[in-house]
């Protein structure tokens, strides 16, 4: 029991501490209900493959849970993913010191601190899902999933899966406005 209690604060801890952010937009005149099929095509792969095959199966599972089914001959949609991984430079500030003492009045005597700043680049990955009109040849759908990679163990296919999710979680969108 210990160590399922030690397991969940854990599980709670890495959770808590994700920099995930998700965003959608899409195309408003599009009727996304009367579209029902797709097909996956190359877009900017992972340079992992087996990173890719996860990104794949987490898309696919996650249109085939909207309702959509796949179509390689006649699709509707044409769904391509891209994956970028970028440094971004991350500051982290450290302040320690004295404080001293106020006397009457709030006169006495002062304390002393000193700063300290270190820079270190921090790996940031990019999930760009794009959904194109397979007929007009536009796109109509497209959702972003950021964090910030600190280990390999990022990239699972749960945590995959979770970015997906987010992603397309008003998807489809509602009718055409």
């Not at 998700?22 to 095509?41: C, G």
């Not at 909207?66 to 699709?75: E, F, K, T, V």
């Amino acid at each position: 029991m210990k160590g399922l209690k030690g397991a969940l604060i854990l599980l709670l801890a890495a959770t808590a501490c994700s920099t995930l952010t998700v965003n959608s937009d899409w195309d408003h005149t599009v009727n996304f209900a009367a579209l029902q099929t797709y097909a996956m095509r190359e877009g900017t792969r992972a340079n992992n493959p087996i990173i890719q095959d996860r990104i794949d199966r987490s898309v696919n599972q996650t249109l085939q849970t909207r309702g959509l089914r796949m179509d390689a001959q006649n699709p509707q949609l044409l769904v391509f993913t891209h994956v970028r991984v970028s440094k971004e430079q991350q500051i982290n500030y450290n302040t320690w010191g004295y404080g001293g003492w106020a006397g009457w009045g709030g006169w006495g005597a002062g304390g002393w601190s000193t700063t300290t700043a270190t820079v270190s680049q921090v790996p940031v990955g990019t999930l760009i899902v794009d959904l194109v009109d397979a007929q007009r040849k536009s796109l109509v759908w497209r959702g972003t999933a950021t964090d910030t990679i600190t280990s390999q163990d990022q990239v699972s296919q749960e945590n995959i899966d979770r970015a997906v999710s987010k992603m397309f979680a008003n998807f489809p969108p509602s009718g055409p406005k």
